[in-house]
């Protein structure tokens, strides 16, 4: 690990002279290194690389990677992207991942203000990847590897056809959420019963007999008969697996029964990609706005010199309020942002502890300033031991809520075209948590592989109040039994809109059609 700091990446043997950084914008390159550096960021050594708008379009399709396994979504995203920003509506300035070195694609067309402020932009990015210990496991050669299953997938269908190898696809990346996001953080310890112990706890079952007459009526072949009957029934009613996993898609290509070779390989191609991605999604406010963070206290002087100059301030400014403006939804850019400033400024000035949390007097918590000034080393440690959802729960505030206006809001039940704003900051704080869980998706867990001795899947929806769609449930049954190709069912709790009920259903699919029983 590059506990040095934060370096350039060296080799320039790309073969394209457009793609690497002019003599300028690489001395700039390495100023800014040495004020990261000094500041305590480190990461694996970066690697810039400057494409044209339609390039970078095209990797952002990718999710940051020139190759993927070839696919139709790809070049539908692709076609969105492009023309957003053919039409002025959006525009990408760079795109940095989580590989080692670090590869970060800058647009060419960037003013110089804008490339110094991505390339500290970027130095957060690294720093993030390289610190959070979520991102601890991940593959850092996923370059390489992703380029490998892109190769591989168009062998498949240079051999197969193109038709039968997208059609598997397709039901593969339906299903490239269904992954356990702590898979490679947790060891799962599953306990196994001995046979010997089992023999002591369970007797074998025999005939009634005196004791004098017990070698005959149940004689030793017999016995044997007995036990053997007994390790069979035992071993239908095991479960499997022995406890739930949220690791469907890894279930799936362990133990589906027909698949072919090429299949469970696409398959546990999609799953390896899948949790490469899975700390992206648990993190993305929080490395949004270190990153932003970062930036904007070495452009503005806050740390260090200031890396704008005095004729760039305006078009910094203007650039820094289009990043962290509040549309209809969350910007992660700016939550993430005002949150860090939040608690720096919190722990600077003592705000934290039993003392502060004890105090009844709201003029004096405002005027509260013990002079400590822990901030930097509190939001080090934070970007370092959090994901988002506990960054939310641990440090979101009531006043940071008052200060930032944060609202949830819901259609009114009466008449949806009005809605209901709630400003409580619990209800707010829940809203959020819920939103932040499992990348705001429901929680789906394979509960049972052989469900009634059938060799069916039961599979369970955990009502954490993320309600399951019917339409995107009954879909993802259909395409399971795709590759399991037998029956599928989910348990979940349907609630109604009217009385606020609870049901637990069952909704099922065998192939032919889509049945629900209450349970």
């Given at each position: 690990?590059?506990d040095?700091?934060i370096s350039?990446?060296q080799d320039?043997s790309?073969?394209?002279?457009?793609?690497?950084?002019?003599?300028?914008?690489?001395?700039?390159?390495?100023e800014?290194?040495e004020?990261?550096?000094?500041?305590?960021?480190?990461?694996?050594p970066?690697?810039?690389?400057?494409?044209?708008p339609?390039e970078?379009?095209?990797i952002?399709a990718?999710?940051?990677?020139?190759?993927?396994?070839?696919?139709?979504?790809?070049?539908m995203?692709f076609?969105?992207?492009h023309?957003?920003?053919?039409?002025?509506q959006?525009?990408i300035y760079?795109l940095?991942?989580?590989?080692?070195?670090?590869i970060a694609?800058?647009?060419?067309?960037?003013?110089?203000m804008?490339?110094?402020?991505?390339?500290?932009?970027?130095?957060?990015?690294a720093?993030?990847?390289f610190?959070n210990n979520w991102?601890q496991?991940?593959d850092?050669?996923m370059?390489?590897?992703?380029?490998n299953?892109?190769?591989?997938?168009?062998?498949?269908?240079?051999?197969l056809?193109?038709s039968?190898?997208e059609?598997?696809?397709?039901?593969?990346?339906?299903?490239n959420?269904l992954?356990d996001p702590?898979t490679?953080?947790?060891?799962?310890?599953h306990?196994?019963t001995?046979?010997?112990d089992?023999?002591e706890?369970?007797?074998?079952?025999?005939?009634r007999a005196?004791?004098y007459m017990?070698?005959y009526?149940?004689?030793?072949e017999?016995?044997?008969?007995q036990?053997?009957?007994m390790k069979?029934?035992?071993?239908?009613?095991?479960k499997?697996?022995?406890?739930?996993?949220r690791?469907?898609?890894?279930?799936?290509v362990?133990?589906?029964?027909?698949?072919e070779?090429w299949q469970?390989?696409?398959?546990?191609?999609?799953?390896?990609?899948?949790?490469?991605?899975?700390?992206?999604i648990m993190?993305k406010?929080m490395?949004?706005?270190?990153?932003?963070?970062?930036?904007s206290s070495?452009?503005t002087?806050?740390?260090?010199?200031?890396?704008?100059d005095h004729?760039e301030?305006?078009?910094y400014?203007d650039?820094q309020s289009?990043?962290?403006a509040q549309?209809?939804?969350?910007?992660?850019?700016?939550l993430g942002?005002a949150?860090f400033?939040?608690?720096?400024e919190?722990?600077n000035k003592g705000?934290f502890g039993?003392e502060y949390e004890r105090c009844?007097?709201?003029?004096q918590k405002?005027n509260?300033?013990?002079?400590a000034?822990?901030?930097?080393?509190?939001?080090f440690?934070?970007r370092r031991?959090d994901n988002?959802?506990?960054?939310?729960?641990r440090?979101?505030?009531?006043?940071?809520c008052?200060?930032?206006?944060?609202?949830?809001w819901?259609p009114?039940?009466y008449?949806?075209s009005h809605i209901?704003?709630?400003r409580?900051?619990?209800k707010v704080?829940?809203?959020?948590l819920?939103?932040?869980?499992?990348g705001?998706?429901?929680v789906?867990?394979?509960?049972d592989?052989?469900y009634?001795n059938?060799g069916?899947?039961?599979?369970?929806?955990?009502n954490?109040?993320?309600?399951l769609d019917?339409?995107?449930g009954?879909h993802?049954?259909e395409?399971?039994?795709?590759i399991?190709t037998?029956?599928?069912?989910i348990q979940t709790?349907e609630?109604?809109e009217n009385?606020g009920?609870?049901?637990?259903?069952?909704?099922?699919?065998?192939?032919?059609?889509?049945t629900?029983?209450?349970?």
């Amino acid at each position: 690990m590059a506990d040095n700091g934060i370096s350039l990446f060296q080799d320039t043997s790309n073969g394209f002279p457009t793609h690497e950084l002019d003599p300028k914008l690489r001395k700039k390159a390495y100023e800014i290194f040495e004020m990261a550096r000094e500041y305590g960021l480190t990461s694996f050594p970066i690697r810039f690389i400057p494409v044209s708008p339609k390039e970078l379009n095209a990797i952002a399709a990718y999710d940051g990677f020139p190759r993927r396994m070839p696919h139709w979504s790809y070049g539908m995203d692709f076609e969105s992207i492009h023309t957003r920003h053919v039409w002025g509506q959006s525009k990408i300035y760079e795109l940095v991942i989580n590989t080692n070195p670090v590869i970060a694609y800058l647009l060419n067309t960037n003013t110089t203000m804008d490339q110094k402020l991505v390339m500290i932009h970027v130095c957060g990015h690294a720093d993030f990847f390289f610190n959070n210990n979520w991102f601890q496991h991940t593959d850092r050669n996923m370059l390489d590897q992703m380029a490998n299953n892109a190769s591989r997938v168009h062998r498949y269908i240079n051999r197969l056809g193109e038709s039968k190898v997208e059609d598997f696809t397709d039901i593969a990346m339906s299903l490239n959420n269904l992954v356990d996001p702590y898979t490679s953080h947790i060891k799962r310890q599953h306990g196994k019963t001995e046979e010997k112990d089992f023999e002591e706890a369970v007797a074998v079952p025999k005939l009634r007999a005196n004791e004098y007459m017990d070698r005959y009526i149940n004689p030793e072949e017999f016995m044997k008969l007995q036990k053997k009957r007994m390790k069979e029934e035992q071993a239908k009613r095991r479960k499997f697996p022995e406890d739930p996993t949220r690791d469907i898609l890894g279930f799936l290509v362990e133990h589906a029964p027909s698949l072919e070779r090429w299949q469970r390989n696409i398959l546990g191609m999609t799953r390896e990609e899948a949790t490469y991605f899975s700390p992206q999604i648990m993190t993305k406010i929080m490395n949004e706005g270190w990153a932003t963070h970062i930036h904007s206290s070495f452009m503005t002087g806050m740390e260090g010199p200031g890396l704008c100059d005095h004729s760039e301030v305006i078009d910094y400014c203007d650039s820094q309020s289009r990043a962290i403006a509040q549309g209809k939804s969350i910007n992660p850019y700016r939550l993430g942002l005002a949150l860090f400033r939040d608690i720096e400024e919190r722990w600077n000035k003592g705000r934290f502890g039993l003392e502060y949390e004890r105090c009844d007097s709201m003029e004096q918590k405002a005027n509260w300033d013990t002079g400590a000034m822990l901030g930097k080393e509190k939001i080090f440690q934070v970007r370092r031991t959090d994901n988002d959802l506990t960054f939310l729960d641990r440090y979101l505030t009531p006043e940071f809520c008052k200060e930032q206006k944060l609202f949830s809001w819901k259609p009114n039940e009466y008449d949806p075209s009005h809605i209901e704003v709630e400003r409580e900051f619990t209800k707010v704080k829940t809203k959020f948590l819920r939103m932040m869980a499992n990348g705001g998706q429901p929680v789906i867990q394979l509960d049972d592989g052989n469900y009634q001795n059938k060799g069916e899947i039961k599979l369970s929806h955990v009502n954490d109040g993320q309600e399951l769609d019917p339409k995107k449930g009954k879909h993802t049954l259909e395409n399971i039994y795709k590759i399991w190709t037998r029956p599928v069912h989910i348990q979940t709790l349907e609630v109604d809109e009217n009385t606020g009920s609870e049901t637990h259903v069952l909704w099922s699919y065998d192939g032919k059609q889509h049945t629900r029983s209450v349970l």
